[in-house]
């Protein structure tokens, strides 16, 4: 069965710093990959995804993510974050033949003015 | 609109109660999921479906049950069985395309609380 790990759980980060946050998961097929985000109070919404081409996905709000098939890894990224990027990330990974969406534990980010 | 709807938003029981909580969605999307949200574990599968009258058991299944006898919609009762209900629950859809489902949509959410 397939499991997700998000290996931070919370980060701290000043404005205009970059981000990067790890995602691994486990499964040797084929796997579609999601990150979401979930700001305070409000509902889950779609960062980015990875289906198939190109391992470098660019999302919404500046963000973009790397799918790197030999270490199982979608760490998103940002170079410059603002305060309005504080929220909960959570990496997903939908593999296929098991049709059903993994989620992680999720890294609450903070980001400081 | 189109989207998905959770209802209540905030939901009370006593314990030993059964409650349902309500999921509907107009997308026309095949697949189905309810999660449980709790501080620190993320996201967690209760159960999923791809089509109508069909369903399975996701990662936290005990203590809960569902239906899916309509296509837009996906209650989950939250049985007496369930030993620590109070909880976030999430619904979400998505397109089921072969092997591979899109991106899943998500509700607001009800927040359950059993006293």
């Known amino acids: 069965a397939q499991s997700v790990s998000q290996h931070n759980h919370h980060v701290i980060l000043s404005e205009a710093a970059s981000l990067e946050l790890g995602c691994n998961y486990s499964?040797?097929?084929?796997?579609?990959l999601f990150w979401y985000v979930q700001y305070p109070g409000q509902h889950l919404q779609l960062l980015l995804k990875?289906?198939?081409?190109?391992?470098l996905v660019k999302g919404i709000k500046g963000f973009e993510a790397e799918f790197i098939k030999s270490k199982f890894s979608f760490n998103l990224r940002k170079p410059s974050v603002q305060w309005s990027d504080t929220a909960e990330y959570f990496c997903?990974?939908?593999?296929?033949?098991?049709?059903?969406?993994?989620f992680g534990a999720g890294t609450r980010l903070a980001v400081h003015p | 609109d189109g989207g998905i709807t959770q209802s209540p938003k905030y939901l009370f029981r006593k314990e030993g109660q059964n409650v349902t909580l309500s999921c509907e969605q107009n997308?026309?999307?095949?697949?189905m999921y309810w999660y449980r949200q709790d501080p620190g574990q993320g996201l967690r599968l209760i159960y999923y479906?791809?089509?109508?009258?069909?369903?399975q058991k996701g990662d936290i299944a005990e203590g809960y049950s569902v239906s899916r006898e309509k296509k837009e919609s996906f209650p989950l009762t939250v049985t007496s069985a369930q030993k620590n209900p109070t909880a976030f629950y999430l619904c979400?859809?998505?397109?089921?395309?072969?092997?591979?489902?899109?991106?899943?949509?998500f509700g607001q959410g009800t927040r359950l609380t059993v006293v």
């Open positions: 499964y040797g097929g084929t796997v579609n």
């Open positions: 997308l026309n999307h095949d697949a």
């Open positions: 990875y289906f198939s081409g190109d391992p």
């Open positions: 979400a859809s998505a397109m089921a395309g072969g092997d591979r489902n899109t991106e899943a949509f």
């Open positions: 479906s791809q089509i109508v009258n069909d369903f």
């Open positions: 997903a990974v939908n593999a296929a033949g098991y049709n059903k969406l993994i």
